[in-house]
T-cell receptor, first 111, second 114 residues
């Protein structure tokens, strides 16, 4: 168990809809990362937050947004969903040891 | 730019065989970190090891060992006496100091048959 909690585990929704994925980092970790894993793109870095502030941005679409709250949990919001957004979304957290500790992921299916 | 290449897409071995998973990385930075992660069929990503660019000492952890060679930009992973439970996708990753974007290779799917 990595100590990173992601909810929900599975999500099925229709095109055009909006969903929110939730992540609680390991106790003491200030950084939260979001990754997307799809069959054709592999593991892609989306965005990182550190202690409530956006720290780095990767291949995140404009339809996607994230935030980190004062209690350090984070949410990833995906809107105007398309079929191609179907993927496994991972949250990870870290301290300063550079190792990312991943949650179990949220499997999103857009129909 | 940073890049990680795992040339082996799939490997299949029989239990008790040794197997080496290759990882080649590219970076112009002198300070960086290399990682291996395991993704079993259940889907979670499990952290296995981290090495920094200044520490080329090889590491052994039980049946797992890692060979880091800066001269060839490689960070290979060997499983000795493989077991069925080792069946998973293994990812090599690179993180450059000062850059929060950890780059992953495409992964190697290892199947260990009984």
């Amino acid at each position: 168990d990595s100590g990173v909690t992601q909810t929900p585990k599975h999500l099925i929704t229709a095109t055009g809809q909006r969903v929110t994925l939730r992540c609680s980092p390991r106790s003491g970790d200030l950084s939260v990362y979001w990754y997307q894993q799809s069959l054709d793109q592999g593991l892609q870095f989306l965005i990182q937050y550190y202690n409530g502030e956006e720290r780095a941005k990767g291949n995140i679409l404009e339809r996607f947004s994230a935030q980190q709250f004062p209690d350090l949990h984070s949410e990833l919001n995906l809107s105007s969903l398309e079929l191609g957004d179907s993927a496994l979304y991972f949250c990870a957290s870290s301290v300063d040891d550079r190792a990312l500790h991943f949650g179990n992921g949220t499997r999103l299916t857009v129909t | 730019a940073q890049k990680v290449t795992q040339a082996q897409t799939e490997i299949s071995v029989v239990e008790k065989e040794d197997v080496t998973l290759d990882c080649v990385y590219e970076t112009r930075d002198t300070t960086y970190y290399l990682f291996w992660y395991k993704q079993p069929p259940s889907g979670e990503l499990v952290f296995l090891i981290r090495r920094n660019s200044f520490d080329e000492q090889n590491e052994i952890s039980g049946r797992y060992s890692w060979n880091f060679q800066k001269s060839t930009s490689s960070f290979n992973f060997t499983i000795t006496a493989s077991q069925v439970v080792d069946s998973a996708v293994y990812f090599c990753a690179l993180s450059v100091f000062g850059n929060n974007d950890m780059r992953f290779g495409a992964g190697t799917r290892l199947t260990v048959k009984p």
